[in-house]
Structures are given as structure tokens and as C-alpha cells.
């Protein structure tokens, strides 16, 4: 079955550069959350869309956006980049945004800011 | 407020040993779902049950059962006859409505599974 699609899989960036981790949900899933996992954390929300429109916001650094597009893929901007945002990211998927269908993570995006 | 409790930070067992992962949770609402995901070595995030509120029949999938008790507030996981590739962290978690803030973690449990 398809899964998630997260590219790149890895990224080094400097500090201060920007970067870009796209998203692409299981096919027919309306909602796309994203959440940042620093090493030896749980994974933390960072922000999500239904049907392109934001849908809830968390613990997302201003330096960040993301939107979602009229083919529900996403895309998480990050600019200014400092070391504290090395981090793994994921990408998640459900249908109509509630838990009565299950959330599907992609495989994430291991960024490293040197 | 919800919250998710996972007191085993590290287990480690032989192969072939059985081993329950603790899970813990709070929340004040009556209609909720639990889960358990499995990250591999490899990072990625294994959705393995999502279970409602309102069903507390335990579920066996092949080696994994899950055990969900209401009046406990827990939602252990077994796994029988551990094997290397079992090895991971599991994390329990909990969400009221839907996978937003309203979606908590459990700090995981990193299990270490030794041939």
C-alpha cells in the first residue's frame, strides 16, 4: 500500500541557510501534519493543514511555515536555520483530520544544521 | 490536561523472552483513542493499533497483543517470543479528537531485544 513520502531523507544545511522537506500523503488523505523529533525526544507538533488550510498550530518556530497544495502534498520552509533545529521531521497523513482514521507517518527527514 | 506515561525508559530482554510495555495515560474526556508506534533504529514511525475509548477487547496480532484496561488507565503492550528485529522504541499515544495538539506522545520505550 503507499505510505507517506517524505523527501529529501537527509539534508545538511548551514546555520542561517534555508531549507525545504516536502510531503506527500497516502492517496485520498485530506489532512497533513507535521512534527519535529529532536534526538532522544518523542515527536513534537509542530503545525497541520485539512484541506489546505492551516488546522492547528503548535510549537512552530516563527523561522518556519509550511502549506499544503492543491494535490494535499506539503511543504515545511525553514529559514534562518540555527543548530538547535537539527532534528528528525516527519510528515504525517490521516482522512478528514480526526483519530477515527489512523495517522500514517512517513519516514521522516533527518536535517543536520552545522 | 492528557497525558502519557511510558515508566520503562530502557527494557532489554534475550530473544525468545516475552516482554510488556507499560502504558499509562490521563484525560478527562470520556471518548479518546490510544495507539503504540514502533521506531526502528532506522527512524522511521511504524503505526501498529489505534484503539477507541469505547473497546476494551484485547487484540492479538501474531506475536503482539495489546491489553487496554479502563479502570487502570493503561494500554499495555506484549510482544511473545521477542526477536532481534523487535528491537526499537515504542511509544504509546493518546489523542481526544484528533492528531494536532490534541496528539500526545509517550516518552517512549526503548527496547533492546539481545540474541
Known amino acids: 500500500a503507499a505510505g507517506v513520502i517524505q523527501s529529501p531523507r537527509h539534508l545538511i544545511k548551514e546555520k542561517r541557510e534555508t531549507a525545504t522537506l516536502k510531503c506527500y500523503p497516502i492517496?485520498?488523505?485530506?489532512?497533513v501534519y507535521w512534527y519535529q523529533q529532536g534526538p532522544g525526544q518523542d515527536p513534537q507538533f509542530l503545525i497541520s493543514?485539512?484541506?489546505?488550510?492551516?488546522?492547528d498550530k503548535g510549537s512552530i518556530p516563527d523561522r518556519f511555515s509550511a502549506q499544503q497544495f492543491s494535490d494535499y502534498h506539503s511543504e515545511l520552509n525553514m529559514s534562518s536555520l540555527e543548530l538547535g533545529d537539527s532534528a528528525l521531521y516527519f510528515c504525517?497523513?490521516?482522512?478528514?483530520?480526526?483519530?477515527?482514521?489512523?495517522?500514517?507517518f512517513g519516514n521522516g527527514t533527518r536535517l543536520t544544521v552545522t | 490536561a492528557q497525558k502519557v506515561t511510558q515508566a520503562q525508559t530502557e527494557i532489554s530482554v534475550v530473544e525468545k523472552e516475552d516482554v510488556t510495555l507499560d502504558c499509562v495515560y490521563e484525560?478527562?474526556?470520556?471518548?479518546?483513542?490510544l495507539f503504540w508506534y514502533k521506531q526502528p533504529p532506522s527512524g522511521e514511525l511504524v503505526f501498529l493499533i489505534r484503539?477507541?475509548?469505547?473497546?476494551?477487547q484485547n487484540e492479538i496480532s501474531g506475536r503482539y497483543s495489546w491489553n487496554f484496561q479502563k479502570s487502570t488507565s493503561s494500554f499495555n503492550f506484549t510482544i511473545t517470543a521477542s526477536q532481534v528485529v523487535d528491537s526499537a522504541v515504542y511509544f504509546c499515544?493518546?489523542?481526544?479528537?484528533?492528531?494536532?495538539?490534541?496528539?500526545?506522545f509517550g516518552p517512549g520505550t526503548r527496547l533492546s531485544v539481545l540474541p
Open positions: 504525517a497523513s490521516s482522512f478528514s483530520g480526526t483519530a477515527s482514521s489512523p495517522l500514517h
Open positions: 484525560t478527562r474526556d470520556t471518548t479518546y483513542y
Open positions: 493543514f485539512y484541506e489546505k488550510m492551516q488546522s
Open positions: 484503539r477507541n475509548s469505547f473497546d476494551e
Open positions: 492517496p485520498r488523505h485530506d489532512t
Open positions: 499515544a493518546l489523542s481526544m479528537v484528533g492528531y494536532g495538539q490534541n496528539f500526545v
